[in-house]
Structures are given as structure tokens and as C-alpha cells.
């Protein structure tokens, strides 16, 4: 039974179940006099955050009141499937040392189902709620059966909000926007994980020859494709043929020019993760860390249950608690070659970040939910930048290598790959002195080749002579550092090389398995296995 579809926050109400405090209902004045008499008529309100976990087991907080005056709960309960029906036991306590001390209800209610031929249905749970404790009446709501004795019964409904997304809480400046959601930048991003990623996978279908051929000629051939570590470990497999310095250059190069665009637009600079965010008891998306819901991508239950699990609050405590340990770690740092790191990082802990922190993307233009994301071969102006409510709106889904970068999430979390890098060389300072040496490569601060340094210059892009490993951070259109090859038409054919209508529906590879090629996060991770 997969949990996942409760985690979140619910707008709750209740109302009381006594024949002889309803309002009648009067057919023809129900819609001018009954609605509001119904209001009067409530149990309680407020927002319920649940927590379940993989076992069944269910965590929480119900936040009522006012800011000046809560009067909050703890949630805590059990979760059964019954002949298909997810149902939820739960309590709720008051808070010691708060206005709700000593309060308890006990709930009981079920998931509802979606109707066939139903449209914009929303998540519903519905049930009924008793007072197990007689306790003062302080609800402000509450304007009926006032006496809060202890046997009083309500029935509820709770509905889920519409997520607030990351951007309109911690939203990018537009001057940032406009840079990060042009094509120019979309392709760059886009194309050098795709080259990567997908240059040496043969059991999957790899590049064709005479697509590689072509590619090569307009210079984007990757020197170093992806190798990915051992799934579950950090301690096995070491990759070893310099693809982990390019995923840390080119991000750390990434970083660079924004910080440079702010600064010289005079706006704060965006501040990194010290730490990875930890799950959010409150409703609301109050810093624009909390964790999006999981959504079903069509790609059947063990995917959903992928997604869901990466989502989940027990992951964050076990795998992303430990691997972040690991990786601040100085003296496991010590033992890593550069390249190790930034292999380990990328497929060991920061694809999941992008996972984790992702929404169910939505048609630009029609708002239409897009479970399984933008459509690959299609990179038209919709994706780039449209107009809502007399605004630009660029294009920002996470889980996708054409947009992710547009996130606002995603400089927090690159920040915080991009702060290894030096606790890496901080470890190797103290443990191997004058080993490792710093150097600039492109105006970026960088390190010299030697023994826990395998690569003179790391792979951003085709490499004009006489200018170090290019780049796409300006505005250019037309070219970078002299190269043609980062003129837009010419990423955008090696886009269309890469991702054919062909190579982006699943076929069966040599290993048995349905694979694809993708742009997405979770086709590296989840499509591939469990995470």
C-alpha cells in the first residue's frame, strides 16, 4: 500500500451532528439564507499536515486559531487498506503549556475514490470526529454546542489545496528569470546532460554512429560520458574517467554567472543549503522547501511508489541524513580523487535532491496537468516563456534538464553540492598538504591536474582554440567565446539529434527492461530501479 497520497496539507472542517441545532433547509432560500446559516453551525476549521510512513503509521500537526493565538494538535495514528479503501484512525492532542492543553478528538475517516468520468476532482478524506475530553470552549469559530463536552460528534471533510510552489514564495528576480528561461541557456543544460548521459549506454540503445558522427562535427562530442557508481553504496565501483569534474565544473561555472548577474544588477545573492531542508511539519510552503506531492507519471506502481518513497520523511531521516553526513564527512572526503566526489554527489545524492523537491509539471499555457512532463521532442515558445495573468512565465519543472535550472530550488541545492567542493579540498589540505592546487580555469576558481585531480580542463561545451572549456552563461545567441557551436540553432540540432521521436519512447534494451531516452531525473533513478 503506497501512503504517499495523504502526506501533505488539508483544509478541514467539521460540522455538528445534532438533528436539533441543523437549520431546516429550505429548498427555495437555500441559496440566499441556508448557506450562511450552515456556517454558524461548524465544529471546527483549520489546516491538518499528515505525515504517513511506509509501515502505515501516521504523524502530524492540525494548526487552528490565529498566528496571535494558536490552538494547535498533534496528529497521531495508524493508516488500513480495507478491500481497497485506504481508511485513518488518528488522534489529536493538544500542546502542552498552550491554550489547547489537555484537548483530545479521535478521527476516523477514508480516502475517497475519483469517479471515472470525473473532472477537476481534488483529494478529498471524509469521516466523522468525537471530543474524547471536555475542555474550555476556546474555538473562535465555534458558535454552536459551546459547552465542549466530552461525547460530542462531528462530521468532516478535508480537501487538499492547491501546493504552493516554490516560486511564488522564494521567486527568482526577473532579470535572473529572463537570463536562465532563455533558449539559449534551456539547450545548453539540457544537451550537456543528455550527451552524457546517453553517449555510452549501449544496452540502452545508445547514440547511433552516424548520429554521434554528426554531433562530433558541430563540436559537442562529450570527452567523458556519465558513469554512474554503484547503486545504494558510496564505497564501491569508483568512477575514474573525469565526468565527475565536469558535473562540478560546469555547475560551479553555473553558479558563478549568476552571482555575477546579481551583483551586477545590485540584488541579494541567492544563499545555498547549509543543510538538506528537513521535512516541514507546517502547512503551507512558508520557505519554499517543503516537499511537493508525489504524483502517479504514469509509468505504473512501482514507479509511483519511487517517487513516493524519495518524498517520503523516512527517506530524508535514513539515506539523505546519511549521505549527507558522508559528504561533509573530512575524512572520507580525504580518501576521494576529485572525479570520485563528483560522480558519488551527482548520482548518490543530487538527482534525488531534484526528485524530491519536484511538482507534477503543467501545460504552460493551459495549465493542464502534465504527469508525465513536458513532451521531449517539443521545445517550442511555450516551454520557454508565456504569459499569465499579464506576467512572463518561464517554464521551471525540476525533473526536466530543459527547465530545472529555472527552479528556484535549484541554486539552494547546487549550492550545497557546489560547498563539497570545498570541504573536499579543505580535507586534502589537512590530510595530503600541497597535493592539491588551486588554479583558474575560465574565471572560475578551480584546481590543478595532479594526484586527486584527473582533468586539465573540464567539459562545458565545444571549445573554441586558444579559450578554455566555453561555457553558456552570457546571453549569447550566436555563439560563445568565439564557437559556433553554442549558436542556438546549432544546440538546438543537436537537441533533435539526441532526443528523436524514436529514442523517446521506451523500447526493450539488452538487459531486459523498458528504458528510454529522458531528460527527466526520475528516468535516471527510478526508471532504471529502485531508488
Avoid at 78 to 95: P, Q
Wanted: some cysteine; hydrophobic content about 35%; proline content about 8%.
Amino acid at each position: 500500500m503506497i501512503y504517499d497520497p495523504l502526506a501533505g496539507s488539508w483544509t478541514y472542517r467539521s460540522f455538528v451532528n445534532r438533528a436539533d441545532l441543523l437549520p431546516d433547509l429550505d429548498p427555495e432560500n437555500i441559496v440566499k439564507e441556508d448557506v450562511s446559516k450552515w456556517s454558524r453551525y461548524l465544529f471546527g476549521q483549520g489546516v491538518m499536515t499528515l505525515h504517513p510512513t511506509v509501515t502505515g503509521a501516521l504523524t502530524g500537526l492540525f494548526e487552528m486559531g490565529t498566528a496571535e493565538s494558536p490552538r494547535d494538535m498533534r496528529l497521531n495514528g495508524k493508516i488500513e487498506d480495507r478491500d481497497g479503501v485506504t481508511w485513518i484512525k488518528w488522534n489529536a492532542h493538544g500542546l502542552p503549556g498552550t491554550p489547547s492543553d489537555g484537548w483530545l478528538y479521535e478521527y476516523d475517516a477514508y480516502f475517497t475514490n475519483k469517479w471515472p468520468d470525473g473532472r477537476r476532482q481534488i483529494d478529498a478524506i471524509v469521516g466523522s470526529v468525537v471530543r474524547s475530553q471536555p475542555h474550555d470552549d476556546l474555538a473562535p469559530s465555534q458558535t454552536t454546542d459551546r459547552t465542549a463536552g466530552a461525547g460530542s460528534v462531528a462530521s468532516f471533510v478535508m480537501v487538499r489545496p492547491a501546493f504552493i510552489e516554490a516560486r511564488d514564495v522564494i521567486s527568482l528576480p526577473p532579470e535572473l528569470l529572463e537570463m536562465l528561461g532563455s533558449r539559449h541557456h534551456r539547450l545548453h543544460h539540457a544537451i550537456w546532460h543528455g550527451l552524457r548521459d546517453n553517449w555510452a549506454t549501449p544496452s540502452d540503445g545508445d547514440i547511433s554512429a552516424s548520429d554521434k558522427a554528426e554531433i562530433d562535427g558541430l563540436g559537442w562530442a562529450p570527452p567523458r560520458p556519465n558513469q554512474r557508481p554503484t547503486r545504494g553504496t558510496v564505497d564501491l565501483r569508483d568512477p575514474d574517467n573525469g565526468a565527475g569534474e565536469d558535473f562540478l565544473y560546469m555547475h560551479r561555472q553555473m553558479i558563478q554567472k549568476v552571482r555575477e548577474l546579481l551583483s551586477g544588477h545590485g540584488l541579494p545573492m541567492i544563499q545555498a543549503w547549509t543543510s538538506i531542508p528537513s521535512p516541514n511539519r507546517k502547512s503551507g510552503n512558508r520557505d519554499g522547501f517543503s516537499v511537493p506531492p508525489a504524483w502517479d507519471q504514469g509509468q505504473g506502481e512501482a514507479a509511483f511508489k519511487g517517487l513516493a518513497t524519495i518524498k517520503s520523511d523516512e527517506y530524508w531521516q535514513s539515506r539523505m541524513t546519511f549521505l549527507e553526513r558522508k559528504f561533509k564527512d573530512p575524512e572520507y572526503l580525504a580518501t576521494l580523487s576529485l572525479d570520485q566526489l563528483g560522480a558519488k554527489v551527482e548520482w548518490l545524492i543530487h538527482n534525488l535532491m531534484h526528485i524530491r523537491w519536484c511538482s507534477r509539471p503543467t501545460d504552460p499555457k493551459t495549465l493542464i496537468p502534465l504527469p508525465g512532463g513536458r513532451p521531449l521532442t517539443d521545445t517550442s515558445e511555450k516551454w520557454i516563456k508565456v504569459t499569465r495573468n499579464d506576467k512572463p512565465f518561464y517554464y521551471d519543472d525540476l525533473n526536466d534538464t530543459f527547465s530545472s535550472h529555472v527552479h528556484p530550488v535549484f541554486w539552494r541545492l547546487h549550492g550545497w553540492v557546489d560547498d563539497r567542493i570545498e570541504d573536499w579540498y579543505a580535507a586534502h589540505a589537512a590530510a595530503h598538504p600541497g597535493q592539491v592546487a588551486r588554479k583558474t580555469v575560465e574565471a572560475v576558481s578551480w584546481f590543478a591536474k595532479g594526484p586527486w585531480v584527473s582533468v586539465e580542463t573540464p567539459w562545458v561545451g565545444p571549445v573554441a582554440t586558444g579559450h578554455g572549456p566555453g561555457g553558456h552563461a552570457g546571453d549569447h545567441e550566436h555563439g560563445e567565446h568565439g564557437h559556433p557551436g553554442h549558436d542556438v540553432a546549432v544546440m538546438q540540432q543537436v537537441y533533435d539529434l539526441i532526443f528523436k521521436p524514436e529514442t523517446t519512447t521506451a523500447v526493450v534494451g539488452a538487459s531486459g527492461t523498458m528504458t528510454t531516452r529522458s531528460v527527466q531525473f526520475t528516468a535516471k533513478i527510478i526508471g532504471s530501479g529502485t531508488p
